[in-house]
């Protein structure tokens, strides 16, 4: 038996000769360089003077593995940019007790003492480390950064982000006049500014829905005077706010060419122009600065009907629309999906999920952790691929249970549908030939098209493979497509979840 290595190309390589000869392998010394690490770090240590004990409440020891440090020291006789003992190295850091960096207060030792014997570094501090940080400040979490030179994060801006747009009335820059929505979001856009000069001698302003009509009146109008006219107005006030952001206020408005007019604010989204402008961020004349942005994203109503329906090429000849229609493969209580944006169905796996009409009480859900867990990986995939978000709440929406489900019954505008059967155990063929598998239903389902009574019941018998894929993830995830609005589809194949097979 040897050890041979293969070429690439799959040929035969050499045999391995071990260097020395008569031995069967080779051993081969080298060395790991990982570079310095920090063992441990003690903060205010006790040391012994003479027969007392003294806290050194002004110092922090730093220990270093046995990698010896380099020492220097500049022609001042002070440590080098590179030294270990350049207390630039080491910042203490107070956190507050928060996750934020905004309110941290930053440390510097005054002197760093390295002893190359016993691999430490002694980090010397202006004071008692419990006062360095102010008085009054009271208990507090530190940590120690040691290696690295870094300055303090800058504290971030906070910018809601808003629908503006601004305009120099044809001034060639002598003033510009900023419009902003009050309004934020996406589908803030539309608002209109027009402009008119009438020469009637009194400038007016009107509002029509999200349309403003200014008539200047005169041509020595200033800026000064047309921003009262429009801060003078509670219709105007309460759809855009007007500022004046450059320029001279005295500057007269009321004679510019009108061509620039209407001014339009435009709704942010995905387009250049209707980006929102963040400025200048870090330049050689203005310092860099870390900006927070707050919005949000509205939804947007889709006038088209998507491909999917029951009547779409791909589909059976079936009859459509009949209530009950199993091949149909779309619910026809449920129709096109009429919610703008993405739809959020509320979920809950509440104990008592229904009750007894044989007067037994309120049925208990009997289901277990992993079978939750389950459930909500299937709604994470409906979620995904579907175009909706579940929220698991206490007792709203759909529910989802495990027990007793053959008393349950429908309520008004709900439809209550039995799961096909699956198999759920074995028993002696009475023909003989050993066992034969017996059948039962898994569950039921109560379909409601408002998600408001949608209710899933998967039996408490049953032999549930609990783990992720097995037999109870995808009959969950199929009683999930029904509580949707889909309905068995006989003529897919059988790796399609609604075949049931």
Do not use: C
């Amino acid at each position: 038996m040897g050890l041979r290595n293969v070429g690439e190309n799959g040929a035969l390589g050499q045999l391995f000769r071990p260097t020395q000869p008569g031995t069967q392998k080779d051993t081969i010394d080298f060395r790991l360089d990982l570079g310095p690490q920090v063992a441990a770090v003690v903060p205010q240590p006790v040391v012994r003077v003479g027969t007392q004990l003294l806290q050194q409440r002004d110092k922090i020891v730093v220990y270093f593995d046995s990698d010896k440090m380099l020492v220097e020291n500049d022609s001042q006789g002070n440590p080098s940019s590179r030294s270990v003992e350049n207390p630039d190295f080491y910042q203490l850091i107070m956190t507050r007790d928060t996750v934020r960096n905004t309110d941290d207060v930053y440390l510097r030792p005054q002197s760093v003492v390295y002893n190359a014997l016993a691999n430490t570094a002694t980090l010397t501090f202006a004071g008692d480390l419990y006062d360095l940080a102010g008085v009054g400040t009271g208990q507090s979490s530190y940590r120690l950064r040691i290696g690295t030179r870094e300055t303090a994060p800058i504290t971030p801006t906070r910018q809601e982000a808003a629908i503006t747009a601004i305009t120099d009335l044809n001034t060639n820059g002598a003033v510009r006049l900023r419009f902003t929505a009050r309004q934020a979001g996406e589908d803030v856009g539309g608002i209109q500014v027009q402009f008119s000069n009438s020469l009637s001698g009194n400038p007016a302003v009107n509002v029509n829905g999200r349309t403003i009509q200014i008539d200047l009146g005169r041509n020595d109008l200033t800026a000064a005077q047309l921003v009262t006219l429009l801060r003078a107005s509670t219709t105007v006030m309460n759809l855009v706010s007007v500022d004046v952001v450059g320029g001279n206020t005295a500057t007269v408005i009321g004679a510019t060419n009108l061509s620039f007019s209407p001014v339009r604010l435009v709704g942010m989204g995905g387009t250049f122009d209707a980006g929102h402008n963040l400025g200048v961020i870090g330049s050689v004349a203005q310092s860099q600065t870390s900006l927070i942005l707050g919005s949000s994203i509205d939804p947007k109503p889709l006038p088209l009907d998507l491909p999917g329906a029951g009547d779409d090429a791909g589909h059976r000849q079936f009859l459509q629309g009949i209530v009950d229609n199993l091949e149909d493969h779309i619910n026809a209580r449920f129709g096109a999906d009429s919610t703008a944006g993405i739809k959020t169905i509320f979920y809950n796996f509440r104990t008592g999920y229904a009750q007894d009409p044989s007067g037994g009480g309120t049925l208990t859900n009997a289901i277990n952790n992993d079978q939750r867990q389950r459930a909500r990986e299937v709604l994470s995939l409906w979620s995904r691929y579907a175009g909706v978000q579940f929220v698991e709440t206490v007792d709203q929406g759909l529910t989802i249970a495990v027990g007793p489900f053959s008393s349950i019954n429908s309520v008004a505008n709900t439809q209550l549908v039995n799961l096909p059967q699956i198999q759920i155990g074995t028993q002696t063929n009475p023909l003989g030939g050993g066992q034969v598998p017996v059948f039962g239903l898994p569950g039921t389902v109560r379909i409601d098209p408002a998600f408001n009574n949608s209710l899933i019941v998967l039996s408490a018998t049953a032999p549930w493979g609990e783990l992720y894929g097995q037999n109870f993830t995808r009959v969950m995830a199929a009683s999930v497509g029904l509580v949707l609005g889909l309905t068995n589809g006989g003529d897919l194949s059988t790796s399609e979840l609604m075949k049931f097979d």
